[in-house]
Every structure is written in structure tokens, then in C-alpha cells.
């Protein structure tokens, strides 16, 4: 008799996802599928909006990272009113590096210490009731207390520059709506109201260390599990360097040869292609040139440290290099070095942060321009879970009449599938009893993409977590579902 | 003797998404006590960690929050109790986990309760469906009379205020 198992919806990772793993009558794995809801809704919603109202109501798409999705919309707006990077007032691109830079640090640090911590302090087979912040926060007090911190220091970050942490206005057509004051300034720097970007910048080293010192105890598992070869794509800037904001888009192989060389963002077009599933909603995008077998990419922290050439902030420089010392390999594709990685990322964002903070030109009030209306706006980012794409074309109303998103999680999505086939083989498969540390890793594999998934609706009582065992004919043969909190 | 009242430090965080019907349920009951001066409020797209740090120093805090739970009188108003056995979460914390972080971490949380109301519709551009609409006016009616009760002297004349803004939002 062959069964199904399925874990509905993923835990630790935001909106709905499932996981089918269907086993033969020997209980050998025949196949796994990770399943998303996509937020194809969004696009068609915000069909006849018109164009300058996008950065706003794009937040809404996400409660995780509104902030990723209002720059990314923010940058196509821009070239609907005749504005390339290049073109916006020196100000206004600080302004919003900072906003993007402080967005990735505290999205980071959520990862890091509410979702990676407790598979990392207590271990994959760790009791359930251990997995989680509350037991990372009973056992390392101090660890936790950073994690809030740092993520505060983030959060005040948006709020200073847009007024407020949720819908504020920030970005607007050809650049941004208010400068930093000297006092909103001095608050990050002083470390009088809250620890100072220099103490973000020690905290942010502080849990590299963590890191290391996990890696030296776990080198096999870190390297092993999830482990598979597949492209790696992110943003560099004109001399390589890892670039959130702007850059041209680089991909690589797992080898580390060159499969994208270094494009403009607003040829996207012509090297991606989406292909779909008859069992998922979420697409899967692909290097046209390469084919849907072979020209997937992951995205996020691990394929960005994999593609960039170096990091232009020293101290993050500096651990990228040691991370490809560790790991003995050109190109990482270990998806537990995503955690890593991630870190490495944390501390650049500080650095970068502290830079901009000093920098007086970012407290100019020369912030928007304006140049020839155009009717096409590509706008790409590097989210805190890697590459974003936002796309609009207006008629002449200025009313937006296409939309196309492809969000970091989509282009994740392969990569997802990979590991979750993965541990389906090497730890579920021909086992005599499926354990909930056998399950754990499934969702550690897939948490290790940090996938927003957020187009459900958040309200009360809707989250459980459903294992169902199905046989052949469709009958449920076993079933647990956990209550959320 | 009249028993002098104490100021109470009051929050209400509203927890939804304004573009999905009835998932506004919660933000829009942020709206209504934003005018009320003395009550901290604040919008949430979902609890995070850094909650427990904003509520530490707060005597009371309300979650209020959209529920696919249908009750008889639209809403639900139960105390939050802080729960140390979280056994998993998405990227959003729960009001209890929420408390409990704090507790952990701050060795206090304030005293809390959870503004459930009852909510049916819940795609982009909807707007809040009728069952939403009953739910948030009676939560807002006891809520007003409820901070009256509870919460310092100072809120009572604003709170007549709220109750117009009420009939204004709902009308």
C-alpha cells in the first residue's frame, strides 16, 4: 500500500504551504512536491490603479517585507515618470538604501533568531515544544534579547524614514517624500534611545561567531543535508560587489561558470521564462537560454554571497572570505550555509547602514525629480529573500494596465522542491515509523529559503499544522494536526 | 468616598490587513481608539518579536484582530494569558506568545485581552462584509464602555467622542 504524507501548512514560514510525500507500499519515497499559494491575485487588483498609487498598495501584499515590495514598485514608478537610478537625486537614493538596507537587517535578524535559532541551539530531533523562540528565550536570554533589539533598530529605521512602520510614505515617483533629520539622525548614531548602529555592527559579528561555532561542531550536516547543485542568481553593482538596491543581474552554475553576465535589470524579460505545474500554483522561472531543466537559480543570501565578486563593507568582506575558506568550495550549495550567509549579509547591512548614517548628504531635502513619461516601469530589487521583480505599464491615464511580479520565493521555488526531495530520500524514505524530527527536517530545509508565502489572510484561528497520512485509494490512514497557539 | 482611579497605561494594537474585507476588522477598531488621547496605538500586519519589547511597560494592552469564528455577539473579548508551550509559528507571533516573550525576557507582561471579531470575506479589494460591519460597532460599543470601566478618568470625554467617530466610520 503507497502513502501520502502531508504537512499542511509548513510551520515557521509565512502564509500557506504543504508538503506531499508520497511513499510506495515499501514506504521508499516515490516523489515529494512542496505546494504554495501564489498572490497571482495582486497583479490583477491592482489592474486600473493608477501608477503612483503602486508603491503604496503594493505594501499590502506582504506583511513581512511591505518595505522590499513599496522599493521595488518604487523603482518602476520612477522610470513612468522618466527617471532611471542614475537620474534620482544623490539624497533620495540614500534615503532609500538606508530604508532597504535597515528593511534586510531586521527581516534577517527575524529569521536568524525567531525561525534558524531553535533548530540550530537545540538540534533537528529536539523535542517540539523546544523548537521555538520561547525555548531559545528561556535558555539564552541574552541571545534573544539581542535578536529584538536588532530588530527594533531595523523597524525604527523605516519609521524614521516613512513616517511610520506600516503604510507609511516613503518612496514616491522620482525619489522620497522627506529627509532625515539631524535628530532622527542622531538617534541611530548616539545610542542614547536605543543601542547604536555601532553596537548593531558588534551584535551582528557577535552572532557570526555563533554561527562559526556551530559550523565547527556540525561540519557534516552543514555540508550534507540539502545539499544539491543547482544556479545561483543575485544583483552586483558595476564592480561586483553584493548590491541590494541597483546593479545588474549575475547568475552562475554550481560550478561557478557565468550563466547571466552581468545584465540590466530591465532585460529581465528576455533571459526569464516562467513554467508551471498542474500541482502547485507558484511558478517556477528559469534562464530562457538554459531551459526549464537546467536554468533554475536559487536566490537569497547564499546564491548572493555565491555570485558576487566581493562585499564592498570590510568587515563583511572579511567573513565572506573566511566562509569560502570553511567551506572549501567556490560554490556553495549546501542550503544550511543559507544561515550563514544570511549573517554575513546582517552585518554588511549594518556596516552599509552606519555609513549612510554618517554620511550628511543623506539629510539634504533635494529628493524628486522628474523627466519624459514613459509607459513601461521595470523595477528589481534584492529582497531579503533575494531577487524582486515588479513590472507595470500604464495607458496614457497614467491607469496601470499590466503587472507582473516575480517574488523571491517564486524563483526559490525549485530549490525548495530540491530539498525537500532530498531529505524525502535521506532521512524519510524506508523508514519503519515517520518521527516528528524526521518531519522537523522537511520544514528545515524549506526554512532555510526563508519563503514568505504571505498572501493568505492572517486573522485568528486559522493556523495548524496537518499531517495526513493517505493511501493509494485516497483514504486518510493516519492524521495529526497541531494547533497554533 | 469615591475610590481615586489610578491612569492606566492602555494599547491597543491592531492586527489585520486593510485591503482584505474583513481582515481590516482589527485596524479599523485601531482607527476608532486612535482619537482617544491617552491610548497608545498601534497597527500590526502580524505580531513579531520586538512586540514584547513594545509592551513591556504597559499596564493593559489589547490585541484586537479579525477571527473566521462566528459569535453570537460578533466578537469575543477574553483575557490573553501568557502560554510558555508555543509549539510553532509562522513569521507572526500570537498575543500569547507574545506575553510569554515578554515575561521571559522583561520578567513582566502586562495584563491583556484579545478583541476577537468575527469576520467573513477575506480577498484583496474587498471591502468589510455586513457581519463585519455588526461585529465591529458592537465591539466598539463595549470597548468604550469597557475603557470607561477600566482605564483612567481622563478617557471618559473622549470616549464620546469615539462613540460619534463610530457612527461616522459606519455609517
Known amino acids: 500500500m503507497s502513502r501520502k504524507i502531508t504537512i499542511d501548512p509548513v510551520t515557521r514560514v509565512e502564509g500557506h504551504g504543504r508538503v506531499t510525500i508520497h511513499l510506495d507500499e515499501y514506504g521508499k519515497v516515490e516523489d515529494s ?12 487588483f491592482i489592474q486600473g490603479h493608477p501608477y503612483w498609487e503602486a508603491p503604496v498598495l503594493v505594501q499590502r501584499l506582504c506583511g513581512i517585507c511591505p518595505v522590499s515590495h513599496h522599493l521595488a514598485a518604487a523603482k518602476a514608478i520612477d522610470q513612468l515618470v522618466g527617471i532611471d537610478p542614475g537620474d534620482l537625486a544623490p539624497a533620495a537614493t540614500k534615503l532609500r538604501r538606508l530604508l532597504h538596507y535597515g528593511q534586510i537587517f531586521q527581516s534577517h535578524a527575524l529569521h536568524f533568531f525567531y525561525l534558524a535559532s531553535p533548530d540550530l541551539l537545540f538540534g533537528m530531533n529536539a523535542p517540539i515544544e523546544k523548537r521555538n523562540v520561547m525555548a531559545v528565550a528561556i535558555e539564552n536570554k541574552e541571545l534573544a534579547r539581542k535578536g529584538i533589539l536588532m530588530r527594533k533598530f531595523g523597524q525604527e529605521i523605516i519609521k524614521a524614514i516613512a513616517g511610520k512602520r506600516i503604510h507609511g510614505v516613503a518612496a514616491v515617483p522620482g525619489g522620497m517624500h522627506k529627509t532625515l533629520d539631524p535628530a532622527e539622525r542622531e538617534f541611530f548614531l548616539s545610542g542614547k534611545d536605543i543601542p547604536s548602529i555601532d553596537t548593531m555592527i558588534t551584535w551582528s559579528l557577535e552572532v557570526i561567531q555563533f554561527i562559526k561555532a556551530y559550523h565547527e561542531k556540525n561540519k557534516n550536516l552543514m555540508g550534507t543535508f540539502a545539499q544539491f547543485p543547482s544556479g545561483h542568481l543575485g544583483m552586483v553593482d558595476a564592480a561586483g560587489n553584493l548590491d541590494f538596491y541597483d546593479g545588474n543581474l549575475r547568475a552562475i552554475d554550481s560550478d561557478g561558470n557565468l550563466t547571466l553576465a552581468d545584465v540590466a535589470t530591465d532585460g529581465y524579460e528576455s533571459y526569464f521564462s516562467e513554467a508551471v505545474e498542474r500541482w502547485s500554483y507558484m511558478k517556477f522561472p528559469y534562464l530562457r537560454h538554459l531551459g526549464r531543466e537546467h536554468g533554475w537559480n536559487r536566490v537569497g543570501p547564499l546564491a548572493r554571497i555565491n555570485v558576487c565578486s566581493q562585499i564592498s563593507t570590510p568587515l563583511a568582506e572579511a567573513e565572506r572570505q573566511e566562509f569560502f575558506r570553511f567551506s572549501n568550495e567556490r560554490v556553495n550549495n549546501s542550503t544550511l550555509y543559507s544561515h550563514w550567509a544570511r549573517l554575513i549579509e546582517t552585518l554588511h547591512c549594518a556596516e552599509v547602514m552606519k555609513q549612510l548614517l554618517e554620511d550628511d548628504g543623506i539629510m539634504s531635502n533635494d529628493l524628486v525629480r522628474s523627466g519624459t513619461p514613459r509607459s513601461k516601469g521595470i523595477g528589481i530589487i534584492e529582497a531579503p529573500r533575494g531577487t524582486l521583480t515588479h513590472h507595470y505599464e500604464i495607458d496614457n491615464r497614467g491607469m496601470i494596465t499590466k503587472c507582473n511580479l516575480i517574488v523571491s520565493t517564486t524563483h526559490n521555488n525549485q530549490a525548495m522542491n530540491q530539498a525537500v526531495k532530498w531529505v524525502a530520500e535521506h532521512v524519510i524514505s524506508q523508514k519503519a515509523a515517520i518521527t516528528d524530527g524526521m518531519l522537523n527536517q522537511v520544514e528545515v530545509a524549506i526554512r532555510a529559503y526563508d519563503p514568505c508565502l504571505s498572501c493568505a489572510t492572517q486573522s485568528l484561528g486559522q493556523m495548524t499544522l496537518q499531517v495526513s497520512l493517505v493511501d493509494h485509494t485516497g483514504t486518510i490512514i493516519d492524521e495529526k494536526i497541531r494547533h497554533a497557539n | 468616598m469615591k475610590k481615586s482611579v489610578m491612569p492606566t497605561k492602555l494599547m491597543v494594537i491592531g492586527i489585520g490587513n486593510s485591503s482584505r474585507g474583513d481582515d481590516a476588522l482589527g485596524w479599523r477598531v485601531a482607527d476608532l481608539v486612535t482619537q482617544v488621547p491617552g491610548i497608545h496605538v498601534e497597527y500590526r500586519y ?20 479579525a477571527t473566521r469564528e462566528i459569535s453570537l455577539d460578533g466578537f469575543t473579548f477574553l483575557p490573553a494569558v501568557a502560554e510558555g508551550n508555543v509549539t510553532f509559528s509562522t513569521h507572526r507571533l500570537s498575543p500569547t506568545a507574545v506575553l510569554s516573550l515578554c515575561q521571559e525576557i522583561y520578567g513582566r507582561h502586562p495584563e491583556a485581552y484579545i478583541l476577537a471579531l468575527s469576520g467573513i470575506q477575506w480577498d484583496l479589494g474587498l471591502g468589510i462584509s455586513p457581519v463585519g460591519t455588526t461585529a465591529l460597532n458592537k465591539a466598539n460599543q463595549f470597548l468604550s464602555a469597557w475603557i470607561r470601566k477600566r482605564a483612567a478618568p481622563n478617557f471618559g470625554t473622549a470616549l464620546h467622542q469615539l462613540n460619534k467617530q463610530t457612527t461616522n466610520l459606519l455609517s
Not at chain 1, 512536491?33 to 490583477?44: A, C, M, Q, S, T
Not at chain 2, 509592551?55 to 489589547?62: E, G, L, M, P, S
Open chain 1, 33 to 44: 512536491f512542496f505546494h504554495i499559494v501564489e498572490f497571482r491575485g495582486f497583479e490583477r
Open chain 2, 46 to 65: 502580524q505580531l513579531q518579536i520586538e512586540d514584547a519589547e513594545l509592551i513591556k511597560d504597559y499596564d493593559v494592552v489589547i490585541f484586537a484582530d
